[in-house]
């Protein structure tokens, strides 16, 4: 109770006007409490944006009042007559509850990691577009011009050598860091970019535009943030702090690569061993095969799962995990239930705002009906039927003013499904990762054993001559050293695809409990929201309910 | 009849309980119930069940069935609008060609429900429930009742038309000076002016209203199709979850499907008590203007036969003067016209006091039946949202151990 009464308090004091009851104990609950229990909101790790829990308790202090508030803001008719500017304010009110919350969103992301590194935090916020023009070098004379836009990084982990940074980014560069992250991090669960949305950038109004991609790319960035591993990639960090240009090559450097993948790849793998991160030849082989640059590589890859679906034999070295198999499918069907929960969602969240339209407009329309019966009374029952109509406009415009903001809140809930919609597409992404790294030993195993048989071959063919073939035994030479270097080739995709798998399963395990954790708060929030908000619109009607009560037969 | 009343009455004094039956207030009320499909195709038609209960002594007897159907209920709205001048008429449910055939379940009850009203709202007017066209109506066998009716439809089939010429002269905006003629004689009664207005304004107001309420039911019906679909995916989210957030997920989805149950529910009681109503006080209204036309008829015919008298003294007092044969007709003329004048300036003198009693009595019934209809409104929205609130807190509990495991 004692925390009631300080919540209250507390947020008297933020809001003037009388509106305060109403909106007080609206305001919900959008994060979920760390160590996921319903905890009163007096923990030292929720931030500015107060949260009152809507109580189980019906004898909530806060609740009584609430009707009492707000009757007298609707004694005079006037106040009756200008909904709109009466929902204004509210409306406001929420939208500073909104924006709070979007900055809880990108709290969230922090919070969440918190509850796995106590100290850590990082946090990214992304402000101020501004235009700039095309520096030289561009073909069109005068320039195109393009955004730029403001990131500003708090954080206090060790890597990063500081506490803020501010650094101007534009919408590419955030792409190549996208790419090089999905290069150097196969197997992880790597949060899906923002689209580049070409039409739409020609067909919005350019300050919508820029508004949408502005809060695309920190939802964005704030996920990468919360990523475990990718938080405290190289990549995030020079992106985050570096100024001036982003140091990260805008594509791998195939300039030097050439058609024929055999010639090119025993060269690049002599370089050296690991294949995370780091210097791009090395880990050639450790990269998916890219279209126009490695199509010999891609033939023979392509020829292989043509081999591997449809020859006589079992490929040599398959996919043998079958936890892993079971959990692919299950998420598959995951994929398809999310989908189809989000969709059903999407339409509540309609109807529910059509019904608060819908009811709003009634009550406008009572407001009009009091208004008039009031003007030409000449009957006492006129005066009468007035007064009933105006409670009945009243409570129909605070209905609706709660509907409207039931749906706002039921919104940033059920985001939830959308988001793991995306967190399908990076987990699809990853499954790829994965298949196309065991399509890469699997062909480079072919190669071996084509090698070898035609070694075995030629010394057959060599052992009939006495003394030795001397081209022969050349070409054997020649194809041992290939096999050398092929099986370092195979050695070290191998060692690639146990990583990706390895990954994987990190990954999963990493979802499994942050999707149970995700959804139950989602659950929580969704239900209590719909709870609260319920209880608000019954104490409303009930208030009318008793003021007609003589009528009831 | 006479003496079947008397009679009646006679028989009733002896099957009447001890108790003397001036003791017992009078009581006439009556129900329309039990709707049947009658016929078929084109010519199908419903019919109603009328019930009525009863102690006045012209109705023979406590209780009696009678079998109706919607044209009969038109017939009697057409004769009391005929006899009853002045007097607001309640109003019928809209004679609809299209929906009929189509029967749907919820037409039939909305219908149902209005011609209840009606006739229970004559019933306890006290001038029209003496009315014997609604003795006939309450107690006549079918074929009684089928006779009357067609003898009647020839003379009100040009009402409507009527009608509408007489809206366009009460609101009088078409100005017959445009054509030459003269401005159609009307009441210059200032407070009279201040009643048309009122009721006309009143009609487009309560008209919006029941629009939006309307709106309302169908969204109450869409958002509870939407909680039904909802409900079924979360389901099947659920049971691909598996473990206990997976049962948490399948009860939500459970719990939205029986909320969307009440949502439909309340839609229709939504409907029924507070949507019809209104549309009930919105046809109640266009009643009320068929009587303003009504007065303004009246009016004109005593002010025409106003000019008619002047004239025709004019004509007299040529005929004395020329001691012309025709005299002693046209003083009966003039006699009877002289009657005339005074019996339309009698109806119209009747139509405006009724009228005046009738607005004071239309806003008392207004403000009861608003009120009941608003009550209504607001205990279901109540009722609804309460169960809501209900359904998803059960969920709680189960979602906190959720978060223990």
Known sequence: MMGYENQGYEEAHLFASKEEMASLVLNEDPSPPLNGSQSFPDDPLSSSPPYVEIPTDDTDPLHSPSPNQVLPNHSSINSILEPPSYADAIFQSFDSDYVDSAEVNSQDQSLSALSSLSSDYIKICISDPQREQEQSGSLVPGGSSYFTYLITTFTNLPEFNGTEFNVRRRFRDVVTLSDRISESYRGLFIPIRPDKSVVESQVMQQNEFVEQRRMALEKYLGRLAAHPVLRRSEELRVFLTVSGKVPLARTTDVASRMLDGAVRLPKQLLGGESAVGGAAEVSEVAQPAKGGRDLLRIFRELRQSVVNDWGATKPPFIEEDKEFLEKKEKLQDFEQQISNVSQQAESLVKNQHDMGETMGQLGLAFVKLTKFETEEAIYDSQRACAADMKNVATAAVKASRLYRELNAQTVKHLDKLHEYLGVMLAVNNAFSDRTSALLTVQTLLSELSSLNSRIEKLEAASSKIFGGDRSRIRKIEELRETVRVTEEAKNCAVREYERIKENNKNELERLDKERHDDFLSMLKGFVVNQAGYAEKIANTWETVAEETIGYAK | ?405
Request: aromatic fraction near 8%; hydrophobic fraction near 35%.
């Open chain 2, 1 to 405: 009849m006479n003496a079947l009343q008397r009679s009646g009455s006679g028989s009733m004094a002896q099957t009447q309980s001890p108790r003397s039956p001036s003791s017992q207030a009078p009581y006439l009320t009556v129900s329309v119930t039990d709707p049947a499909k009658m016929g078929n195709g084109v010519q199908a038609y419903i019919s109603y069940k009328v019930i009525t209960k009863t102690n006045f002594p012209e109705y023979q007897g406590p209780e009696k069935i009678v079998i109706r159907r919607y044209s009969d209920f038109v017939w009697l709205r057409d004769r009391l609008f005929e006899k009853y001048k002045g007097i607001f008429i309640p109003p019928l449910p809209e004679k609809s060609t299209v929906e009929k055939f189509r029967f749907s379940a919820e037409f039939i009850e909305m219908r149902r429900q209005a011609l209840d009203v009606f006739v229970n709202r004559i019933a306890s007017h006290h001038e029209l429930q003496q009315s014997e066209d609604l003795r006939t109506f309450l107690l006549a066998d079918e074929q009684t009742m089928e006779r009357s009716r067609s003898q009647e439809t020839g003379i009100f089939k040009k009402k409507p038309a009527d009608l509408m010429q007489i809206f366009k002269d009460v609101q009088s905006k078409v100005s017959d000076v445009v054509l030459g003629k003269e401005k159609p004689v009307e009441e210059s009664n200032p407070e009279y002016e201040k009643q048309k207005n009122y009721i006309f304004q009143l009609e487009d107001h309560l008209a919006e209203a029941q629009k939006h309420a309307y709106r309302l039911v169908k969204r109450h019906r869409e958002l509870g199709q939407s909680l039904s679909d909802f409900g079924k995916a979360v389901k099947l989210l659920g049971s691909c979850e598996g473990n206990s957030l997976g049962k948490a997920f399948s009860e939500l989805g459970a719990k939205s499907e029986i909320l969307s149950i009440k949502l439909q529910r309340e839609a229709h009681h939504l409907l029924m008590n507070f949507e019809e109503p209104l549309k009930d006080y919105v046809r109640a209204l266009q009643s009320i203007k068929a009587t303003i036309a009504e007065r303004a008829n009246a009016f004109r015919h005593h002010c025409e036969l106003g000019e008619t008298i002047k004239f025709k003294e004019i004509d007299l007092n040529k005929l004395r003067l020329t001691r012309s044969e025709k005299l002693a007709e046209a003083e009966r003329e003039y006699e009877q016209l002289k009657a005339d004048g005074e019996e339309s300036k009698r109806k119209f003198e009747t139509i405006v006091k009724l009228m005046n009693e009738e607005i004071a009595r239309f806003q008392e019934q207004k403000t009861i039946d608003m009120g009941v209809a608003f009550h209504e409104f607001a205990k279901g929205q109540a009722h609804l949202a309460k169960s809501i609130a209900e359904a998803w807190r059960s969920l709680l509990p189960k979602l906190e151990t959720c978060s223990s495991s």
